[in-house]
């Protein structure tokens, strides 16, 4: 019989904490009902004492979810552990996930203590969230950079203390694979009580290495992975769910199994990606836009001879459909709806009404609208509700001549209209809305990126201003490059008020 390996799932805690990729409490729970749907095994919901936000969606994801435990995060605070009980009474299988950093750097600059002192706080926090839930999980902050005899000693405590499971976080992206192989093996061979708990990976990507640390870990003896969905998080990123999933399923000799339905790994990866706004890069393993695709004319040889030469996976094992429906200006909304529900958003009739008005304009525009062009207009639908809306653009630039924008906004259904000459038709376009916009803004951060291929793309900019000591960021796509730009700082004005 093979090994069950446990999926904790922590895009909604994790995963969201990059800037500008924070979502609602609906669209938290629209992502945590996918991920009950995947078949992960623990949905890490939020750190309940951060904010009222996170508080209020482990709350209402605990009632939205069935099977999965629900996980709240704290420090090794009492404060934290009770708020976090209280976000989790709704919860039908509940998790407190608490700990404290272990490394020296950690004890020693971030708490000023010592190596005696955290394992009696670990203790501590263990035993009083043990005092609310059976399944206590706690982590070892910074892991990777504690040795490991120090690191047996908190592991073996906290197990006694009642840890159902232990968390060993290489937190910083630091640890080789065989190092982190090596540290968990330790712990397996050197902690008195380890059958009692289960040994979880939790590898960053700042090298570039999380993904084989994690299976390192696991090989080591580890039975909870700790990933994301497309590998977001903190800094350059967290282990992806969707690697592991498809490493283990590739590679049966290993013996490991998950409970995830790998079909439904493309449509939450489209879902993800396009509720935080975070394009996945086209070259990213098993989810990426290239991720099928072959270029080369050998490779082409050899997939049209047997598709095995080069595919170890079957697109429609992570749910690619390699016979999509092309949607052109002809398509009907039912084939939109289609589309639209393979990428992972279902809408009510209204709303596609609303999102197929826009995709009759974009198909005019496009010979093919693809479904990173889908995903776009699902998202560009809530524009509607904002204040402050773009009404027309008119832009006159060229080689040898100076650029210059006219604009037109409906601020809460006020007309105001406004031109200006700038360096390029984005920098004249953006000093035409300031006109109107009467703020002292600051344009921190500016990026271009093509969502489809051909003359005829989609562009996607995402933008960071800051306002008042603010940071606020904004995103827009169009077949118009500097009608993009526009959107996305309109996007980030429309979110002083609200943020």
């Known amino acids: 019989m093979n090994d069950r390996l446990f999926i904790f799932d922590t895009t909604l805690r994790d995963g969201e904490q990059v800037p500008g990729c924070q979502l609602n409490t609906v669209e938290k729970i629209q992502v945590a009902k996918a991920l009950e749907q995947l078949g992960v095994d623990v949905i890490e919901a939020g750190f309940p004492i951060s904010s009222p936000g996170d508080f209020n969606s482990v709350i209402e994801i605990s009632k939205a979810v069935t099977w999965p435990t629900i996980c709240a995060l704290t420090r090794a605070v009492e404060r934290d552990i009770d708020v976090a009980f209280e976000a989790l009474k709704y919860a039908k299988h509940k998790r407190i996930h608490t700990g404290i950093g272990t490394s020296d750097e950690h004890i020693k600059y971030k708490f000023n203590a010592t190596r005696e002192e955290i ?107 700790e990933v994301t969905i497309n590998g977001i998080g903190e800094r350059a990123g967290n282990t992806s769910l969707e690697e592991m999933a498809m490493i283990l399923k590739c590679h049966k000799a290993l013996e490991i199994d998950t409970n995830i339905n790998t079909s439904k790994i493309y449509p939450i990866s489209r879902m993800v990606s396009s509720l935080m706004n975070m394009p996945v890069q086209p070259n990213k393993a098993i989810v990426g836009r290239n991720a099928f695709a072959h270029s080369s004319g050998i490779h082409q040889d050899g997939v049209l001879k047997n598709v095995h030469t080069y595919e170890i996976m079957d697109p429609k094992d992570v749910g690619i459909d390699d016979n999509s429906i092309v949607l052109t ?15 992972g958003v279902d809408v009510d009739e209204q709303k596609l009404d609303k999102i197929y008005d826009k995709f009759l304009k974009l198909a005019d525009q496009k010979k093919e609208v693809a479904d990173a062009d889908v995903l776009m207009l699902a998202g560009a639908d809530t524009a509607d509700q904002h204040a402050v809306r773009l009404d027309f653009l008119q832009v006159t630039t060229g080689k040898g001549v100076k650029s210059v924008a006219s604009i037109g906004l409906d601020i809460s259904g006020q007309k105001f209209e ?21 703020k002292q803004m600051t344009l921190k951060e500016f990026t271009i990126q093509a969502i489809s291929k051909g003359s005829d793309d989609v562009g996607k900019v995402h933008m960071q201003v800051e306002y008042q000591g603010g940071l606020y960021y904004g995103f827009g796509a169009d077949t118009d490059i500097v009608t993009a730009s526009v959107e996305a700082y309109i996007d980030c004005i429309n979110k002083f008020k609200r943020e």
Do not use: W
């Open 119 to 225: 394992i009696e706080r670990a203790v501590a926090a263990t035993k009083y969230a043990k005092r609310f839930v059976d399944d206590v999980e706690f982590y070892c902050e910074d892991a990777g950079r504690t040795d490991n005899e120090y690191l047996a000693r908190v592991v073996e405590a906290v197990i006694k203390a009642g840890a159902t499971v232990v968390n060993i976080p290489d937190t910083t992206g630091y640890c080789l694979p065989q190092e982190y192989y090596e540290k968990i093996k330790y712990l397996m061979e050197h902690v008195d009580g380890i059958d009692r708990a289960i040994i979880s990976t939790h590898c960053h990507n700042d090298l570039g290495l999380a993904t084989a640390n994690t299976l390192s870990g696991v090989m080591a003896g580890a039975r909870q992975v």
């Open 329 to 343: 200006a002809r398509s009907g909304r039912a084939a939109l709806k289609h589309r639209l529900h393979v990428n």
């Open 418 to 438: 406004a031109a200006a000459s700038g360096n390029g038709p984005v920098d004249a376009a953006i000093k035409a809305l300031k006109r109107i916009i009467m």
